[in-house]
């Protein structure tokens, strides 16, 4: 059974920095894809950055977040630098292994002075 444990989110001013962490654990499989996706209520869940063999960034947010992976650790990470208040949302972790894709709990990043 995979599981997926993020941490990281919480309260930030607006130009603030916070690094999210999503560890993956249970599958004795590789892991292939991983991104980040995030979500606002009443909207869909928008995908943030992807990364396996290269990075992909939604426009929004290139130039301020940064997505890496651990392999060691089977642990994704996402800097995310420059915050601002439309960044207000909770954030998913997302990974892909062996035909089938997993989601993390969710975590919530608020924006606010």
């Known amino acids: 059974q995979v599981q997926l444990v993020e941490s990281g989110g919480g309260l930030v001013q607006p130009g603030g920095s916070l690094r999210l962490s999503c560890t993956a654990s249970g599958s004795h499989f590789p892991i292939g894809i991983m991104a980040w996706y995030r979500q606002t209520p009443g909207k869909q869940r928008d995908l943030v950055a992807t990364i396996s063999s290269q990075t992909d960034y939604a426009d929004s947010v290139k130039g301020r977040f940064t997505i890496s992976v651990d392999n060691a650790k089977n642990t994704v990470y996402l800097q995310m630098n420059s915050l601002k208040p439309d960044d207000t949302a909770v954030y998913y972790c997302?990974?892909?292994?062996?035909?089938?894709?997993?989601w993390g709990q969710g975590t919530q990043v608020t924006v606010s002075s």
């Open positions: 997302n990974v892909y292994i062996a035909g089938y894709y997993y």
